[in-house]
């Protein structure tokens, strides 16, 4: 890297429009993390870097700096995209609204937790291998665990995925009614659960606590023995409760995501109860019931 201009291996995560025929490109790149980068004329009609600018096309840019004063903030500086050649797009992911969706997710994810100015290749990497799980989904019912399991990688590159395996605090066996506390970190046995009283704090059914326990396999068998789509739709907002903690902010994809399944999930016969007459996490239950000793249990 010399001079006005650099290289970088980069996948387009967000684009805004930038006056009439502009656009600023929000990118993860493998060498220097996020970047902001003006990509011109990308929205006048032929241009070559139209297609380039799309989100989730990864490319070989050559970049431009920007003058900016030493003390401005690294996510605010505005760049330019010189050269851009596409070397990897993700076609498929729009083939149904679950697929899209669930690649925003993980893109609004991932722009969370890059950092700028710093070496990005393992958050670029594992994205990019879970995009091409998603894009390889052969129908949206597959698209939710796929989802899932991403977040959950992203989360434990981060430093802050839950246990799931064990009791947080005890590191015992799971056995019996299982609990979730996100400000905790994971998964809370029954006696931790009286003995420490973290709150707030979720009750976890049989079904969601076997989609948590798959999580940290590198790969997850979404094909065989597959568990109910509420069970994973739980999954995923116990995940995402650990990262809105941490983050201090919503996922706006959320929203989305739930409004794909929800007529699936309408069709799906679930059991209220994980067996031992608990409410099961995930369902369509009221948000809060009171818990023992005077505390709440909120459902997801």
Known sequence: ???????????????????????????????QGLIRAV????????????????QFVINDLLIARGRWPAQTDASQRLQRIAQAETLQSFPRLSRSLAHLTAAQYLAEVTLILAL????????????????????????????????????????????FAPQVQACHYCRGELAGDVFFSPK????????CRVAQRPNPISLVSAVVLGALGSLPNPTLPVLEDALPLAAWLGTERLLRRILEHHAEREIRSAGLLASCYAVALSEESVPLSNGQGSPDVGMALPEVFAGQNGGNLKKL
């Open 39 to 54: 990509a011109k004329g990308s929205r006048k009609q032929p241009s070559k870097l139209g297609g380039r600018m799309e």
């Open 116 to 159: 700028s100015d710093q070496t990005q290749d393992d958050l670029f990497v594992l994205l990019v291998e879970h995009l091409e799980r998603l894009e390889q989904a052969p129908d949206p019912q597959v698209v939710l665990p796929l989802l899932t399991h991403g977040l959950y990688h992203l989360l434990a590159l981060a430093g």
């Open 1 to 31: 890297m010399s001079g006005r201009t650099y290289r970088v291996t980069g996948i387009n995560l967000k684009g805004i429009p930038l006056g009439e025929s502009d656009r600023i490109i929000t990118i993860l790149t493998r060498e």
């Open 184 to 191: 905790s970190g994971g998964m809370v046995c029954e006696p």
